[in-house]
């Protein structure tokens, strides 16, 4: 069953990372039994280009991102502004193995500010609100794997002091939770993802920021021994959703 999360906002601003606060610690005993793959990124240049990485014996090899949209409107009064914007991205990810996996995805967001309605000097009606939603989606296709098809889905709505948030990878007919996750195990704490499947452990991806230098620091964890279609499969998923941080 997917669970929806209700979570307080603690972090002010980026609103990628205001539903990142449901509190859970990757344990001493879950580390004891994964694999540390730190991120590598490859400088690019041309127009548009999606990040070329590494992690471990995988690379993303190619990918791009499409023209983002981004319309603007707002009501006679001047009270109402509300951008939507929507943009694609796909890329392939290889192992030394020659496995690759495959993902088309797409980021929509909408934002919306309410002010009130100035009736005179001194009187004014409503309050100022603003809300946000995300609905981030991505078909993941794992070389030689036609029995599986996966789908990521992450879809968040802050508002107020609180963020609804629900995300999952499914390919029908199983379905792994993707929850915000928060460690201290490093010297600035990290905020990321956890991909568990009743409750078992699979895989993270944590980034964290260094105090001193500002600099990010990406890296992917995967439980040992999982199944290699199912690691590929999820090695996609943690790249698509690096890119809702980069």
């Known amino acids: 069953m997917l669970k929806i999360y209700v979570i307080i906002v603690l972090l002010a601003g980026g609103a990628q990372l205001a539903f990142a606060q449901k509190t859970i610690i990757l344990t001493d005993s879950v580390l ?10 490859v400088k690019l240049k041309g127009f548009n280009p999606f990040p070329k990485l590494t992690f471990g014996s995988y690379a993303v090899v190619s990918g791009k991102w499409g023209l983002g949209m981004a319309p603007e409107s707002s009501n006679i009064w001047g009270t109402k502004t509300k951008t939507k914007s929507s943009r694609k991205f796909s890329f392939v990810l290889a192992d030394t193995a020659s496995d690759t996996v495959k993902v088309n995805g797409v980021m929509k ?9 100035q009736v005179s000097k001194s009187f004014s009606i409503g309050t100022d609100a603003e809300l946000a939603s995300l609905d981030f989606s991505a078909n993941i ?10 789908t990521l889905s992450m879809k968040t709505e802050s508002g107020g002091e609180t963020v609804k948030y629900e995300g999952f990878l499914t390919d029908g007919k199983r379905t792994v939770l993707i929850t915000p996750l928060y460690t201290s195990h490093y010297e600035s704490p990290a905020y990321g993802y956890e991909f568990t499947e009743n409750d078992q452990f699979y895989s993270a991806y944590l980034f964290s920021t260094n105090g001193k230098t500002y600099l990010n620091s990406y890296n992917m964890y995967f ?3 999982l199944d290699t279609k199912l690691k590929m499969a999820l090695s996609g998923a943690m790249v698509a959703l690096l890119e809702l941080k980069k």
């Not at 004891?32 to 990124?41: D, I, M």
């Open 223 to 225: 439980k040992k021994g």
């Open 109 to 117: 967001t909408v934002s919306e500010t309410i002010s009130p309605l």
């Open 32 to 41: 004891a039994n994964v694999k540390e793959l730190p991120v590598v990124f």
């Open 141 to 150: 296709a794992v070389s030689g794997d036609t029995a599986h098809t996966w």
